[in-house]
């Protein structure tokens, strides 16, 4: 079946450790996000990539890095600069055809130790 | 400064009602709309989505409205089932010219719907 895997689905970190959450897709999609959701928010985009090779800063990139090596995988690195790792990461990916909907995976939940 | 608004952070209806929810956004560059429904400890989901140039896009029970002088759209969910029990985010775009990529989606807080039997 096709679709998104995200693994972890809990992880947990020590205090002042780096920590990589990884995301595969094997929808063929170009483009790759990844969220950070807290209690009562909303998502919020940390990095996205469009393209191999590519990525761009969403609007809380401090603390995080990503790479983008391969189309089917986009890894997010938590770290020890990020002040407050604790939340549920959500990674996305979509079409690079205007307006196609974005497809989560089932998201990784981060705890700090 | 939030651009997309969800006021109600919860929503209570008797099953086989209408429920409405509600969504308001600030930015006017925006030309595409999406709703998507998440369980917990899960990923949301596509639910539907509206282009600027509608006003209404209907699929089954899911109904979306967009009032754009008003800045605001609704989802329209008739008849309500236990099973659409859920958080649902409304999300907002501004189409980019990046290739014909997508742009980045902006989200708001959530409503958080409970139907009853």
């Known amino acids: 079946d096709g679709g998104i895997t995200q693994s972890p689905k809990y992880l947990f970190r020590k205090e002042g450790q780096n920590v990589t959450l990884s995301c595969e897709q094997n929808?063929?999609?170009?483009?790759m996000y990844w969220y950070r959701q807290d209690p009562g928010q909303g998502l919020r985009l940390i990095y996205y990539?469009?393209?191999?090779?590519?990525?761009q800063k969403g609007d809380i990139a401090e603390g995080y890095s990503v790479s983008r090596e391969k189309k089917e995988s986009f890894p997010l690195t938590v770290t020890s600069a990020q002040k407050n790792p604790t939340a549920f990461y959500l990674c996305?990916?979509?079409?690079?055809?205007?307006?196609?909907?974005?497809?989560f995976g089932d998201g990784t939940r981060l705890s700090i130790l | 400064d939030q651009q997309v608004k969800q006021n109600s952070p919860s929503l209570s209806v008797q099953e086989g009602r209408i429920s409405i929810l509600n969504c308001d956004y600030t930015n006017s560059m925006f030309d595409y709309f999406l709703w998507y429904k998440k369980y917990p400890a899960e990923g949301p989901t596509f639910l539907i989505s509206i282009s600027s140039i509608k006003d209404k896009n209907e699929d089954g029970r899911f109904t979306v409205f967009l009032n754009k002088s008003a800045k605001h759209l609704s989802l329209h969910i008739v008849p309500s089932q236990p099973g659409d029990s859920a958080v649902y985010f409304c999300?907002?775009?501004?189409?980019?010219?990046?290739?014909?990529?997508?742009?980045?989606?902006?989200f708001g807080k959530g409503t958080k719907l409970s139907v009853k039997p």
């Open positions: 996305a990916s979509s079409n690079r055809v205007s307006n196609q909907p974005q497809h």
């Open positions: 929808l063929n999609h170009d483009a």
């Open positions: 990539s469009q393209i191999v090779n590519d990525f």
């Open positions: 999300a907002a775009l501004r189409s980019v010219n990046y290739g014909g990529s997508q742009g980045n989606l902006i």
